[in-house]
């Protein structure tokens, strides 16, 4: 008789039951430390520069009477209070752009640490050992709450010791308000995150889905604060509930009430969904996917278009709704900017003329970098397509590598411009009715302005993709992350120009408050084509697969 010895497999209930909360705390904790200390330098940057920009009292007293009755730059950045004082100023100039930069950072984080583990097919083994699929979520809830505790205390300190460094007169307590207030978005956000990934299959939905949620949030408190007798919308809107925290000057902490309370729910029912349902499906239900036509695989460029096709409409609308926007409130927002630091700002880039000029100037600035951030998701979709094994499958159809890379970079330009076309075109029209003097050739003109630094952005995350697969988001959000932060340096006063040319928004002319620099479109855009050039070569000769 033959005797098989079969080898005892043994683990710790324990540890098994900490692998969701270690892989969220190990993926949140680090980068909500590093976003704090990028918020901190933030907040500091506007305190100091209120100081070397507005130094007398007049000067001050000036500033609070332009722009706290400007109905066009409290829709855009919120009410404007005590801006003779410095605590109301750096909420004024800061707070808004911190708060949207938080969510964003809360979405991509709740939806990859919940329904992209379960999509990755991450979970399939804890799941299978003494871990339930709602234990699973609630410790990844437990982890990214305690990320968003982590910003918190850490840019009340990283604001506290700075003040007293530069000594801007902060309080402790106000420091540590105006961090809560901040982070009371990301709070939200990763609990509609952990909510909609029950909604949602997949996790490209619920970023839509909750990038849409960001809008319709902004878009009721823009409203409420259009001074049109709506100011009641503000209560309706999860970032309206956080700007009515009026942090550092006259705070009301009674609206942490609604934002808690939503959170607590939303988490709450998070994890009641995930114990009534099995791994991989969802509350709305898993699409079964359909056989592919015959014609998209014929054609790479058709498949391409398919596959981003929501995708790039979402992008259609907040691109062109965001330059609506702007265009609309120039004239408004643009007599506010003579003798402000906007101004002495725009003019370090070369930026000249009138208030509403200097402000579309800015304005294209903007949209530059929305164009980046669309272009570098198409190419992290297409790592995603591999990392997910989706590829591989694609690939053993009659397509080839070239093909399949080939079409989704024709899909990338063809988007740009499309997306381009149709936003400037809208811009365009309210200028035209508003009477601001913009011909249609001058703002075609800023396509070609605004165009290069995503191209630039696209050309090195697709670098990466060919050469470093798993540094594809590092190279991309890394060459982001970088510029935006030199911008906000180089608002400062004097800094290195070596370093301010580093940045890939100084590279942008503020047009038509100044014309377009030719050379550093030329270079951006060159460098971009390199960079999809050697990375297609690259991709058509390594290994495919998730690493």
Same mark, same amino acid.
Request: charged share 10%.
């Given at each position: 008789?033959?005797?098989?010895?079969?080898?005892?497999?043994?683990?710790?209930?324990?540890?098994?039951?900490?692998?969701?909360?270690?892989?969220?705390?190990?993926?949140?904790?680090?980068?909500?430390?590093?976003?704090?200390?990028?918020?901190?330098?933030?907040?500091?940057?506007?305190?100091?520069?209120?100081?070397?920009?507005?130094?007398?009292?007049?000067?001050?007293?000036?500033?609070?009477?332009?722009?706290?009755?400007?109905?066009?730059?409290?829709?855009?950045?919120?009410?404007?209070?005590?801006?003779?004082?410095?605590?109301?100023? @750096?909420?004024?100039?800061?707070?808004?752009?911190?708060?949207?930069?938080?969510?964003?950072?809360?979405?991509?984080?709740?939806?990859?640490?919940?329904?992209?583990?379960?999509?990755?097919?991450?979970?399939?083994?804890?799941?299978?050992?003494?871990?339930?699929?709602?234990?699973?979520?609630?410790?990844?809830?437990?982890?990214? @709450?305690?990320?968003?505790?982590?910003?918190?205390?850490?840019? @009340?300190?990283?604001?506290?010791?700075?003040?007293?460094?530069?000594? +801007?007169?902060?309080?402790?307590?106000?420091?540590?308000?105006?961090?809560?207030?901040?982070?009371?978005? %990301?709070?939200?956000?990763?609990?509609?995150?952990?909510?909609?990934?029950?909604?949602?299959?997949?996790?490209?939905?619920?970023?839509?889905?909750?990038?849409?949620?960001?809008?319709?949030?902004?878009?009721?408190? +823009?409203?409420?604060?259009?001074?049109?007798?709506?100011?009641?919308?503000?209560?309706?809107?999860?970032?309206?509930?956080?700007?009515?925290?009026? %942090?550092?000057?006259?705070?009301?902490?009674?609206?942490?009430?609604?934002?808690?309370?939503?959170?607590?729910?939303?988490?709450?029912?998070?994890?009641?969904?995930?114990?009534?349902?099995?791994?991989?499906?969802?509350?709305?239900?898993?699409?079964?996917?359909?056989?592919?036509?015959?014609?998209?695989?014929?054609?790479?460029?058709? !498949?391409?278009?398919?596959?981003?096709?929501?995708?790039?409409?979402?992008?259609?609308?907040?691109?062109?709704?965001?330059?609506?926007?702007?265009?609309?409130?120039?004239?408004?927002?643009?007599?506010?900017?003579?003798?402000?630091?906007?101004?002495?700002?725009?003019?370090?880039?070369?930026?000249?003329?009138?208030?509403?000029?200097?402000?579309?100037?800015?304005?294209?600035?903007?949209?530059?970098?929305?164009?980046?951030?669309?272009?570098?998701?198409?190419?992290?979709?297409?790592?995603?397509?591999?990392?997910?094994?989706?590829?591989?499958?694609?690939?053993?159809? %009659?397509?080839?590598?070239?093909?399949?890379?080939?079409?989704?970079?024709?899909?990338?330009?063809?988007?740009?411009?499309?997306?381009?076309?149709?936003?400037?075109?809208?811009?365009?029209?309210?200028?035209?009715?508003?009477?601001?003097?913009?011909?249609?050739?001058?703002?075609?003109?800023?396509?070609?302005?605004?165009?290069?630094?995503?191209?630039?952005?696209?050309?090195?995350?697709?670098?990466?993709?060919?050469?470093?697969?798993?540094?594809?988001?590092?190279?991309?959000?890394?060459?982001?992350?970088?510029?935006?932060?030199?911008?906000?340096?180089?608002?400062?006063?004097?800094?290195?120009?070596?370093?301010?040319?580093?940045?890939?928004?100084?590279?942008?002319? %503020?047009?038509?408050?100044?014309?377009?620099?030719?050379?550093?479109?030329?270079?951006?855009?060159?460098?971009?084509?390199?960079?999809?050039?050697?990375?297609?070569?690259? !991709?058509?000769?390594?290994?495919?697969?998730?690493?």
């Amino acid at each position: 008789m033959t005797v098989t010895l079969v080898p005892k497999i043994s683990f710790s209930p324990v540890k098994r039951t900490q692998v969701p909360f270690r892989r969220a705390i190990r993926t949140s904790v680090k980068s909500s430390l590093l976003w704090s200390v990028a918020f901190g330098i933030v907040i500091l940057s506007s305190s100091i520069s209120y100081k070397s920009f507005y130094p007398t009292a007049a000067s001050r007293k000036m500033l609070q009477s332009v722009f706290s009755t400007n109905v066009a730059t409290n829709s855009l950045f919120g009410p404007a209070y005590h801006l003779d004082q410095i605590a109301g100023f @750096t909420v004024f100039k800061s707070f808004f752009t911190l708060i949207i930069i938080g969510a964003l950072w809360a979405i991509f984080l709740s939806s990859k640490a919940l329904r992209g583990e379960e999509e990755n097919l991450t979970w399939e083994h804890v799941i299978a050992g003494t871990t339930t699929l709602a234990s699973a979520t609630l410790q990844v809830i437990i982890g990214l @709450t305690e990320a968003v505790v982590s910003m918190w205390v850490a840019i @009340t300190f990283v604001v506290y010791l700075g003040s007293m460094q530069s000594h +801007l007169g902060f309080s402790f307590l106000q420091c540590a308000f105006f961090a809560l207030a901040i982070t009371s978005t %990301p709070l939200l956000f990763i609990s509609f995150g952990a909510l909609a990934s029950q909604l949602f299959a997949e996790r490209k939905t619920v970023n839509i889905a909750l990038g849409w949620l960001l809008g319709i949030s902004y878009a009721l408190r +823009l409203v409420g604060d259009s001074g049109i007798g709506l100011h009641w919308l503000d209560y309706l809107s999860p970032i309206g509930w956080v700007e009515l925290l009026h %942090p550092m000057i006259d705070p009301k902490p009674i609206f942490l009430l609604p934002i808690f309370l939503c959170s607590g729910l939303c988490l709450a029912a998070s994890v009641a969904m995930a114990s009534r349902r099995d791994l991989g499906q969802s509350a709305v239900g898993v699409r079964t996917p359909s056989r592919i036509s015959p014609k998209y695989l014929r054609s790479s460029l058709a !498949f391409s278009f398919k596959l981003i096709s929501t995708n790039l409409f979402s992008w259609l609308i907040s691109i062109s709704v965001t330059g609506l926007i702007l265009a609309r409130v120039a004239e408004s927002v643009g007599s506010t900017i003579t003798g402000s630091s906007v101004k002495t700002v725009l003019e370090r880039i070369g930026g000249q003329g009138n208030g509403s000029n200097l402000f579309l100037g800015l304005s294209f600035v903007i949209l530059a970098m929305l164009f980046a951030f669309m272009l570098l998701g198409q190419v992290l979709a297409m790592r995603a397509e591999e990392s997910s094994g989706h590829l591989d499958t694609l690939l053993s159809k %009659p397509i080839s590598r070239l093909r399949w890379f080939g079409g989704r970079i024709m899909v990338l330009i063809a988007s740009e411009f499309l997306v381009g076309l149709v936003s400037i075109l809208l811009i365009w029209i309210v200028l035209a009715t508003e009477h601001l003097g913009q011909g249609f050739t001058g703002v075609l003109l800023s396509i070609v302005n605004i165009m290069p630094p995503g191209i630039l952005v696209a050309g090195c995350a697709i670098f990466a993709f060919g050469w470093f697969p798993t540094k594809t988001s590092l190279a991309g959000y890394g060459i982001l992350a970088w510029s935006m932060m030199v911008e906000i340096i180089a608002g400062l006063g004097k800094s290195s120009q070596f370093l301010v040319d580093t940045s890939i928004f100084h590279q942008v002319s %503020p047009y038509p408050a100044a014309s377009i620099n030719w050379k550093s479109a030329v270079i951006m855009t060159g460098i971009g084509v390199v960079g999809t050039l050697l990375g297609a070569y690259r !991709f058509n000769k390594r290994d495919i697969g998730p690493t």
